[in-house]
């Protein structure tokens, strides 16, 4: 008898605990929609990482990502709450959001270096970064409006040496005496195969360019009402850029050349053993407080840079285009090769 009782008690706080359990594992996961701002290629990994590898629904999350593209304008279906988060390019779309007046926040920041570069021909006498104010440069409409401002702030490059940059290498191929922009993760493994030539590759971030890139951009009112969301969404893709970085990125490479047939295994390598090579993403303060980390003093440095470059203006309140609220909570750091 006392056999029975004993059994039945044991079942009984079986079906106790299965039911207590029941709730965490059948829980709905919230439904998240994510635009990044071009075509799926490795300087999305990460992002697609955490969703191949079921990172996302390790967090409560059901995420679909909205690839952008040459007719996709993913940041205006932002505000209007078509999309949860964006993927926004770089600190300087969180001043204009702020300029604006369009109620959006970086919230992460996953890429500690902006990847932007310029590449130059070997074998031309171009040892230094100064060396380039020598040359013709091709530079898209953006970056002169951009980037190229504080080059001739900082360094005294000048608008005379600048061409249109139609995002064709051929021009500065067949131009020695030339240098384009492009991202050290893309362009310059682009420009080796067309040419067969090595190209000289100057990262500006290396030259004091401070901008953050490949930041999480979201709605004031989502980080409002739903911050635990929000906080998930960052967590999860910290983690899975450090899994792309450091680890098996198979099935998340599988996944953006599915989205983009025109990606190749080759380039993903490349884009990766880059992003690794020059600190894109783990180096400065997250190598301490964790990828994705933002600092007030480094975004005060970058905003003092736009406004000596005249690219924003002085009296723009730069502090409420971003929160750190969310990141440098070491999130992912035991993920770091030893």
């Known amino acids: 008898m006392r056999l029975v009782q004993t059994c039945r008690a044991l079942a009984a706080g079986l079906a106790l605990g299965a039911s207590?359990?029941?709730?965490?594992?059948?829980?709905?996961?919230?439904?998240?929609?994510?635009?990044?701002?071009?075509?799926?290629?490795?300087?999305?990994?990460?992002?697609?990482?955490?969703?191949?590898?079921?990172?996302?629904?390790?967090?409560?999350?059901?995420?679909?990502?909205?690839?952008?593209?040459?007719?996709?304008?993913?940041?205006?279906?932002?505000?209007?709450?078509?999309?949860?988060?964006?993927?926004?390019?770089?600190?300087?779309?969180?001043?204009?959001?702020?300029?604006?007046?369009?109620?959006?926040?970086?919230?992460?920041?996953?890429?500690?270096k902006d990847p932007q570069v310029l590449i130059a021909h070997p074998d031309q006498g171009i040892e230094k970064f100064e060396d380039l104010k020598n040359l013709t440069l091709f530079i898209s409409a953006e970056g002169v409006a951009t980037y190229y401002q504080w080059l001739k702030a900082d360094y005294g490059f000048k608008d005379s040496q600048v061409r249109p940059y139609t995002f064709n290498s051929q021009p500065f191929i067949i131009n020695p005496k030339s240098a384009m922009q492009g991202y050290a993760t893309s362009e310059p493994f682009a420009v080796e195969k067309a040419a067969h030539f090595k190209p000289k590759v100057f990262l500006l971030a290396n030259q004091g360019f401070s901008a953050y890139s490949t930041l999480i951009e979201t709605r004031r009112d989502l980080i409002e009402k739903k911050p635990d969301l929000v906080q998930r969404f960052v967590d999860a893709s910290i983690v899975g850029w450090y899994n792309y970085i450091y680890h098996d990125n198979s099935a998340a490479n599988a996944m953006i050349k599915k989205q983009n047939p025109e990606m190749t295994d080759d380039l993903l390598a490349y884009s990766v053993a880059k992003m690794k090579e020059y600190g894109i993403v783990d180096s400065g303060d997250a190598t301490t407080l964790g990828v994705g980390v933002m600092t007030d003093a480094r975004m005060k440095n970058f905003f003092d840079e736009m406004v000596r470059a005249g690219v924003v203006k002085a009296a723009l309140d730069y502090r409420k285009s971003y929160t750190t609220q969310f990141v440098g909570k070491k999130v992912g750091l035991e993920l770091r090769p030893k």
């Open 20 to 112: 207590a359990a029941a709730p965490a594992l059948a829980q709905a996961l919230d439904k998240v929609s994510f635009g990044t701002n071009w075509v799926a290629q490795g300087e999305h990994g990460g992002f697609y990482q955490a969703l191949a590898d079921g990172t996302y629904r390790k967090y409560g999350l059901d995420v679909t990502v909205v690839p952008g593209g040459p007719s996709v304008n993913n940041q205006i279906l932002l505000p209007v709450g078509k999309i949860d988060f964006f993927l926004s390019a770089n600190s300087l779309q969180g001043f204009d959001a702020v300029a604006q007046n369009v109620p959006v926040l970086e919230v992460a920041a996953l890429f500690q």
